[in-house]
């Protein structure tokens, strides 16, 4: 739908620059398309998060021979409440990264890790296939390390962002004119897509992996440098033409995605439909391989939902929070 729009898929930890950035950049590669791609996620954190702080209670005094009575037990100190909204760090050795990846993996699949640990986890594991994709001669030890059933999910996504790195940009000079929002809610979005493939035939993972890609599930907000819009990337022109509604709606664009997909051979030809999308052979295999891991383990999509906008420019990657906006 468009062939614009730089977006770093690589951020290793990355370093401050201003209220805007966390971290350092070992190396930046753009894609011509996909505005707020990190797609197989940046830098990954050196330690687990920090799990909730043990409450001790300090020892009773002991009695003394005196008819003084027994000191009162001091009260137990609180459970930290550990802080969601921070930037994970990764870990930059590989056994300690596989440790990290295995607890990332298993809580994006326990359905009792909700709201911001969610959102959490999901940058953590971006993160960490970041690096893993700067630092390739791990993911052997890494992968042999992970659970069987979370295995093929993570080459899968290691291997769509491996494809969508190869779609070089030039380094943008300035940041974009976006402004970055929540995402809609992660069953609101389910629901969405749902109901796209009810009425196209399309599969939803395809329009989630396409949301995913394109505005990193709607995070993104603004004109890409082509006049591309809304959370799939409208062209006005073909979005005059296959939706209805607001080309800004999660919703509406979702399914105007949808339409457009089914009008251009899927979901009987997924191939053709997708290069029709974004005429890049790469940016097609990317999103057959993320819905490929979404259709072989669903719980895969909540990962993908947490994944953040990061930005390269020639001062370094740029993460780019909820209510950033271009000044």
């Not at 440098?225 to 296959?242: D, H, L, N, R």
């Not at 509604?245 to 009987?268: C, M, R, T």
């Amino acid at each position: 739908m468009r062939s614009d729009s730089p977006i770093c898929d690589r951020v290793a930890p990355l370093r401050a620059r201003t209220d805007l950035v966390r971290g350092g950049v070992r190396r930046l590669i753009y894609l011509g398309f996909a505005i707020a791609f990190v797609a197989c996620g940046a830098a990954a954190p050196a330690a687990s998060p920090a799990p909730a702080a043990q409450a001790t209670a300090a020892p009773t005094v002991a009695p003394s021979a005196s008819p003084e009575p027994t000191a009162t037990p001091a009260p137990a100190t609180p459970t930290a409440t550990p802080n969601w909204t921070a930037v994970p760090d990764p870990a930059q050795e590989p056994a300690a990264l596989a440790k990290q990846l295995v607890m990332v993996e298993a809580a994006l699949r326990d359905p009792n890790v909700t709201g911001p640990q969610l959102a959490y986890m999901g940058h953590y594991q971006q993160l960490i296939y970041g690096t893993l994709q700067d630092n390739s001669d791990w993911k052997d030890t890494v992968l042999a390390a992970l659970p069987e059933k979370t295995r093929a999910a993570v080459a899968g996504s290691l291997e769509a962002g491996r494809q969508l790195r190869t779609m070089n940009g030039a380094v943008p000079s300035r940041l974009p004119d976006w402004k970055i929002v929540e995402p809609a809610p992660i069953d609101d979005l389910l629901t969405y897509y749902k109901e796209a493939e009810k009425v196209s035939g399309v599969s939803w993972q395809y329009l989630a992996a396409i949301h995913l890609v394109e505005t990193r599930m709607g995070r993104i907000r603004g004109l890409s440098s082509a006049g591309a819009q809304g959370p799939m990337q409208f062209m006005p022109a073909t979005w005059a033409a296959y939706g209805k509604g607001d080309v800004n709606s999660d919703h509406d664009a979702i399914l105007g995605a949808a339409n457009y997909l089914k009008q251009s051979g899927a979901p009987g030809n997924m191939q053709k439909a997708l290069f029709a999308y974004n005429h890049a052979q790469a940016y097609v295999n990317a999103l057959v391989l993320y819905a490929e891991v979404m259709k072989t383990d669903p719980m895969a999509y909540r990962g993908y939902w947490g994944w953040q906008v990061y930005y390269p420019t020639k001062d370094g990657t740029v993460l780019l929070a909820a209510g950033w906006k271009k000044e």
